[in-house]
């Protein structure tokens, strides 16, 4: 028996000297650098990363995508010690400790990296207890497609600049049929959190208090209940489908589907809508009335991990892709540079436009989950109360001021 | 190793080691595994649950209080362990019952239960992630396929996944369809039961649900035990179908305990947290199983166990 | 008149589960336009089978078969052999704190896997595995619990006496589990290979926590990246998970008849 158990180690000892070929030491220099992006999106970053290590000989850039795994595998990661070197990041809060500050940096080399041409507010977003710990890679503002077809079928006018969100009801009403299952909008009842931030802005109000403090008077304000009651409203009363209830169906499958005339969304929904085929348009976001709209600011920026071996050469990757050869390619994002936006004509293209047009009129606000380091069990309270009133088509009110009485224990 | 001839005592006594050592030697794969790859997470899990441990900062002991908060502050954990419970009253019973009675069915040899059985085996196949993509359009309120057949019987279908009365419902129906592999569990099973009890039973004229009572389920009762066992398990651990299809909603009426884990982990970020969790968890299905197999030996028959009182039964 | 009764129930219970499957597969083959229509396409007006060759050259996915194959059949040799060993040990031995022994193999079923991972991933990292495929094969050499109670379950339904017997005669033990239940418990051991080598082939959280580079991924963590955070590549996941599903399939269809024909049991045991 013994020898049987002899053998068995050694097969287990073959194995994994075979696999152990695998990790077998290269003399060129790794830098790796993980993104959640995928498909094509992905190929620019390896074509970038290409150029990079032309640029750099004994440089190999390992890409590293993971999708939607990406947060779960970012965590393990960085809770065993062992994150990339270089990677996408948007939740600065809870990854800022082990990231490295990059001011000093940006400081020694703004003028080769022209800093004054990528818009501050990109920049800040990145900030925590004021330092700045990315580079912008790409953004989105957001803003609302309508499907032309459809708009000129019913003879409805087209949004126009300036509209309220009272224009975007009353032209969406009228795409209502039971038949065919066509609806003029769609309210998030699931929603990203930012969704449903801007338009709290849009109103005049905030989920939380500036100073991080509290949420009462903020999440549960008159202004607040206007918003919730307005979209519960347009459920009710047919104006609008409700998404994410029951219902995985996304608004980009509808719009795509001609099932919706309007939808609320971002840059990230344009390549999938130009691959359907459909003839549509892209608005602003209505205002509240007279009220400034606003929008967030959904941006994709570029960290250095605290532990890299390497953290000049970490650097110059970031700066290679804040470059403005970089920048161009990456044509399914919003340019971070105002002179490739202006050079390629992006400012003034009728599908562009709107996405800068709102970029300019949201430098005011910053997001909740900025100001305070349990935001997120609040937004657990805050979505429930957005899913309740929708469920509910209504009691706004109610839903939203007991989120403030739950999150009441996360704010100590 | 040759049949040692008993020369002297101290050959005697080598014999006796080796024997002693034998089922060490037998069930050593597995011990070394413990110790390698288990041991060590879960000592280091257990310390953590006495931490506030986020991912990536700073790292404060905090004794119970992970315990205390979860125990007397946390709504959530008890609704999601109730929402669990719910889940696995439902999920358990009819994952065995359903399984054993398709397993009886497809045991016989006619034509096309081969055929029958990689039918039902089917959705065990494919990935967790296509699985639920396919629920979601399968239960999607307005444009699903279910609604949709529903419709043309005339029936108004309800919003399966956004109607938190019908919702629990739906993800039992979801999970039930990885029914095949308990099927394929107790059809092996059933190989193993001589085919002559059979033969002598329908001799005496022993009706079809007699043998099934009194021949097939006592035969199965080890495999049973099993089903039971890891059906508990698996009803506790419940999240992928959850996870995507209806993210814990409406108004958190899927929110499962393992989901709760999960979020306090990965959404929030408080490892030790989730670590206390995890242990909670671990505790209850200990318990449960831990109950079912004292149970068992009021119900599952081993021919096979070495019960020495019984050794002359025969 | 029953056997008909039986068959329309098989019938409609195939129906139920064959409707995941096709409608999966008319995913795959629909034009971008019907993807979306409703009432829903049951069949589409013309069938884009070069849906999988696109989907399939989107990605290294050779590369990821190759992976995927490695792990999955070095693993399921590794499961079968230790797990027959060790399930031989528990069924058929007293010995000191067996029964104790027992019930922490079985509690290891029940430790989630969040908290396990980010110790796990420690471990793998000190050992230098990381980014290699060995966290996904090597344990495997040690006995999955779930599988040892399996075939643990399965050796206790037969009789005893066969191994007195073979004792009687002189065997070791070495030599009753070699030459008398491994073959016996051959439906089993099918079934465990079955499973793990389902377990294997879909693991997404294994692969995405442990391998890095691309040239390492499994063809699940490819399958995966049709889905990223904001949109989806519905055909391409369809067209993999079609392809994806085949081996599994032809490998179950295989297995499931050797588990039944595999009369070696009751033939000993007469």
Redesign the interface.
Known sequence: MKKHLKQLAMVTAVASMALGGASAVSAEEVLRFATWNSSENLGILQEISKRFEADNPGVKVQVESYGDGYDKKLIAAFGAGNPPDVMYMWNYPKYHSSLMPLDELMARDAEEMDLEDIPAGLINITRVEGKAYGIPAGFTTHVVYYNKDMFAAAGVAEPVAGWTWADLRAKAAKFRDKASKTYGFAVEAKPDPYDYEQFFWSNGTRFIAEDGSTVDGYMNSPEAVEVLTMFAEMAKNEEATVLGIGDNTSGSALFKGSKLAMFQSAMWSKGGIDKAGINYGVAMLPAFGDKPVHSSIGASAMSIAKATKNPELAWKFVKFFASPEAVKLRENDLPIRTSVAEEMELTSDPIFQPFFEMLALSDRESNAFLKHKNWGKIQTNLERAIEATMIEKGNAKKHLDSAVARSKRHLK | MTTLVVQDEVAEERHRFIEKLTPYLFISPWILGFLFFTLGPLIFSFIMSFYDWPVVGERTFVGLQNYQVMLTEDPLFWDSLWITVKFGLFFVPFNVILGLLLAVLLNQKVIGTGFFRTIFYLPSVISGVALVTIWAWIYSHEYGILNFLLGLAGIEGPNWLGDPNWSLLAIVIASLWGLGGTMLILLTGLQSIPKELYEAAKISGVPAWARLVYITIPMLSPMLLFTVITSIISAFQQLTIALLLTGGGPLESTYFFAMYIYDNAFKYFEMGFAAANSWVMFLIILALSMMVLKSSSAWVYYEGEMKKTEANDD | MT?AL??S??LF??AM?????Y??FITAVKN??E??????VFWPNEVMWENFVTAWF?QPFDVYLKNSV?VVV?ST??QL??CS??A????????KG?DA?F??????????W??????????F?ML?W?????PL???A???D??F???LR????????EI?EAARMD?A???QI??RIHLPLMM??L??VG??HF?NAW?D??GP??YL???S?YTL?LG?????????T??T???AI?VV??IP??IL??FA??Y??D??I??SV??
């Open positions: 056997r039986t068959y129930a098989l219970l195939s589960f064959i409707i995941p499957f409608w999966t971008i336009g993807l979306y229509q409703f009432p829903p989107k490695i070095l040799i590794g052999f230790s060993l060790v031989f040990g528990f069924a058929r031995f007293q010995f067996r022994i019930v922490l193999l079985l509690s290891t079923m029940m430790i989630p969040d908290v396990k991972m980010i110790p796990l991933y420690m471990e990292n230098g990381i980014n290699t495929l060995k094969i090597v344990p050499y040690f006995a619990a779930f040892v109670f399996l379950q399965y050796i206790m339904t037969v009789p005893i191994d002189g070791n033990s070495w589990y070699w439906p089993a099918v079934l079955t499973f389902m879909n997404y959280l995405l926590i890095n580079d691309q390492k699940t399958l995966s990246m049709f889905k990223g955070l904001h949109e590549d519905i391409s996941i369809a998970t994806l599903c599994p399939l179950f269809f499931q008849r588990i039944m595999g009369s049991g009751s045991k007469g």
